[in-house]
């Protein structure tokens, strides 16, 4: 595709209830990244997939935080129970080989707010 | 993990001024060290990075410079135009096998003011 798109651009949702929020990275990309940005925060890293694996899973907030990516493609963030404080702004990124001095690509994020 | 601080958070300039952002970082394995622009509702993108070997590096208006010893690097924007408003964010990462991911600082919001 074109970039890295993200979907839905805005959820609105209660606490309590469970959300997903979902990626589409640039074909051929095999490394994909969440993080998240909180207001006045900077990008706090959340999960890393290569191809459909996730090596590292360690910057999930809790057990409430999962992910998965299917054909090595679009990954899907799932928050059960969603709180207030997991109001912010989720964003993904690919990028070709997963690198560490690879370009990420970013996609527009999800504004998630919790009511 | 790797700690990066970013300094400062806001930084407001005249036109046609420079601006300059200060990152240190805590790992002194690290060796990649890139910076991200966000403008306002868009998403953030990269402008400039720098590996360890290298102490500066320019590209138009925007150069970085490294300094390994003191563990900081900084972004430095001359000729500043409105255009460049928007949150800058440095990162660093280092060459270790599986350690992938980047540490990105807090961000500065840059406005230039016309």
Redesign the interface.
């Known amino acids: 595709g074109a970039g890295v798109s993200q979907s839905p651009s805005n959820k609105v949702t209660e606490k309590g209830k469970d959300v997903e929020l979902r990626c589409d990275p640039i074909s051929g990309h095999t490394a994909l990244y969440w993080y998240r940005q909180s207001l006045g925060q900077g990008l706090e890293f959340l999960i890393y997939f290569q191809g459909n694996s996730a090596p590292d899973k360690s910057g999930l907030p809790s057990d409430r935080f999962s992910a998965e990516r299917t054909g090595g493609s679009v990954s899907t963030l799932t928050i059960q129970r969603t709180q207030q404080e997991d109001s912010a702004v989720y964003l993904c990124a690919s990028s070709l080989r997963g690198r560490r001095d690879e370009k990420l690509f970013f996609g527009s994020g999800t504004q998630l707010s919790v009511l | 993990g790797e700690n990066?601080e970013?300094h400062p958070?806001t930084l407001s300039v005249q036109e046609g001024d420079s601006a300059v952002i200060k990152c240190t970082y805590s790992d002194s394995a690290s060796n990649?060290f890139?910076w991200?622009k966000q403008e306002l509702g868009?998403?953030?993108?990269?402008i400039i990075?720098i590996?360890s070997n290298v102490g500066e590096k320019k590209d138009q208006r925007i150069a970085v410079t490294l300094n390994k010893t003191a563990k900081h690097f900084s972004l430095h924007i001359t000729e500043t135009q409105p255009e460049d408003s928007a949150v800058y964010?440095c990162?660093a990462?280092?060459?270790v096998a599986?350690?992938?991911?980047?540490?990105?600082?807090?961000?500065t919001t840059v406005t230039v003011r016309a």
């Open positions: 990066v970013q958070s990649y890139p991200y868009k998403r953030p993108q990269l990075d590996r964010f990162a990462s280092k060459a599986n350690d992938y991911k980047l540490s990105f600082g807090a961000g």
